[in-house]
């Protein structure tokens, strides 16, 4: 009875993203193995526990029969989560294709791609076609397991087209949509062959969120220039209906990485990386495999730190940690094989018989590793090109409440907004700013070292992911309540 009532206090949510938080991998005809996948929103939502949670999306694997589909629906089940099947040729074109093509770099100022013109723009609208597909299905998803006053939250721009299609299923649900990536300016937006579109059905949600102001305002300018519509202090107006707009800081778990570090594996994986390096300062780097991070510029910058100050070779390593992600797009391929050269080249220069100066591992680490190198680390280097947010720099700066380490981040990163104070902001692109930088940081006195890790640290631990959980459906909420006296009257 006692757990009844729990339940019934507690608002479903629906999470709806492109990937599901497990991966599944198939062991029998039917049998599944599931495994918690790596990557920032996952790591955000994991630590939202005051709604009733439920996660629709693709669980990454292509599943052609029935008695597959059966089984992962019902071990998928017991994670709360609900599959969208999509076929293969859905995920080259949508996924790879729109999504991972085209989004992906746009809304981080790479620019649509350029090859063959007449190619792309071929398979450009085919792209969009299987794009409006796929959000139809996880529309379809959503809608049959929708029940009155639940909330849904589409996520990422995977799934911009998904708000019109559920409004158009069901007029009454409430929709809200975030933006992990960064929205760019309007004059690039607009480049978009899609793009009035793709703004026409966000607007179609009741709430839209981006993880800063500046992206909420470039958001509000392209409805404004392209659609002409009308741009207010709340949100984008067209025709009497207004649609919410603004911003929600993602956070993270920070507790869980406190706590960690209390754990006997975590103590002793700190042991052990501390003999390793004695003697040495530790800078990190921690980032998906991906062209945004600036993954060479921040090892070029490492590279001129050591050829500008020769007394710390043999006193300071970085560890590049990278998870490989996209691995069959040839540009992910092209980039590893650039970092591995990079990371080849300058260990060959600046390294010994018995050390090198940059250890790069090409994989995930477990969450304890993780917080463990977190904890040892002397310097962390966040090099984003462009990034919304960026959860490595929160992690980062959770773990460090005994070392007090310094935080060098991006200006491009969203973070920088909000861990500005108290890192040392960088141009990534400007390797010679970043190389003193790196200087600065290792020879920083104590006491600013402590300011400025104070100052983060307070931000970490109280802007956190299950407040922005909250922050948003409760606005989402209201919206629809003032949305509902507004028709009134
Ligand atoms: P990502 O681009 O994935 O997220 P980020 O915010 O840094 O970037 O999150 C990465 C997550 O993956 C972190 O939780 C980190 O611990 C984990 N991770 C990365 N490399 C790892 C490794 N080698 N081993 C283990 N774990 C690793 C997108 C946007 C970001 C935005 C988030 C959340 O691109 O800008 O901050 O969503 O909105």
Redesign the pocket.
């Known amino acids: 009875c006692e757990r009844q009532d729990f339940r019934a206090s507690k608002q479903r949510l629906l999470v709806v993203a492109n990937r599901l938080p497990v991966s599944a991998l198939r062991r029998g005809k039917d049998s599944w193995q599931l495994e918690i996948s790596?990557?920032?929103?996952?790591?955000?939502l994991l630590g939202v526990k005051e709604f009733e949670t439920r996660w629709i999306g693709w669980a990454g694997v292509n599943v052609p029969d029935e008695i597959g589909k059966e089984a992962l629906t019902k071990a998928l089940a017991e994670k709360r989560c609900i599959p969208v099947f999509l076929d293969e040729e859905i995920v080259h074109q949508y996924y790879n294709g729109y999504c991972n093509n085209i989004l992906w770099p746009l809304f981080h100022y790479l620019g649509l791609p350029q090859e063959d013109r007449l190619a792309t723009t071929r398979s450009f609208q085919s792209q969009f076609d299987a794009y409006k597909k796929a959000n139809q299905m996880f529309a379809d998803v959503v809608n049959e397991h929708y029940e009155e006053g639940d909330v849904v939250w589409c996520h990422?721009y995977h799934l911009m087209f998904l708000p019109k299609c559920l409004k158009e299923r069901n007029s009454k649900m409430k929709v809200g949509w975030f933006l992990?990536?960064p929205f760019p300016s309007s004059e690039i937006h607009r480049t978009l062959p899609s793009r009035s579109e793709l703004l026409r059905s966000v607007l179609a949600a009741d709430l839209v969120g981006f993880?800063t102001y500046d992206y909420a305002r470039h958001f509000v300018s392209a409805c404004t220039r392209i659609l002409g519509l009308e741009g207010t202090p709340e949100g984008v107006e067209d025709q009497g209906k207004l649609t919410r707009v603004a911003a929600f800081p993602?956070g993270?778990d920070s507790d869980r990485f406190i706590r960690a570090l209390e754990l006997p594996q975590v103590q002793d994986h700190m042991k052990e990386l501390k003999e390793r390096f004695a003697g040495r300062k530790v800078m990190l780097g921690?980032?998906?495999l991906?062209m945004?991070?600036g993954i060479p510029q921040k090892i070029l910058a490492f590279e001129k730190f050591l050829e500008e100050n020769p007394d710390w070779r043999d006193k300071v390593v970085l560890l590049q940690?990278?998870?490989p992600t996209r691995t069959d797009v040839p540009e992910y391929q092209k980039l590893t094989s650039q970092v591995h050269e990079i990371v080849g080249r300058i260990n060959g220069r600046f390294g010994t018989l018995t050390a090198v100066p940059i250890h790069h591992?090409d994989?995930?680490?477990?969450?304890h590793a993780?917080c463990a190198l977190y904890a040892v680390t002397d310097v962390a280097l966040v090099t984003?090109l462009r990034?919304?947010?960026?959860?490595?720099?929160y992690?980062f700066v959770a773990c460090q409440a005994s070392k007090k380490g310094v935080l060098i981040l991006s200006e491009f990163?969203?973070?920088a907004q909000s861990l500005g104070a108290g890192a040392i902001l960088i141009n990534p692109w400007n390797v010679t700013e970043v190389a003193s930088s790196i200087g600065y940081a290792l020879n920083m006195p104590a006491d600013e070292r402590e300011k400025r890790h104070h100052h983060n640290f307070i931000h970490v631990t109280t802007h956190t992911s299950q407040e922005w959980a909250a922050t948003f459906v409760s606005e989402l909420n209201d919206t629809i309540v003032e949305a509902q006296l507004r028709t009134r009257q």
């Open positions: 790596v990557g920032g929103l996952v790591s955000a990422d992990h990536t993880h993602i993270i921690v980032d998906r991906d945004i991070k940690i990278a998870v591992l994989r995930s680490l477990d969450f993780l984003s990034d919304g947010m960026n959860l490595v720099s992690e990163a969203g973070a």
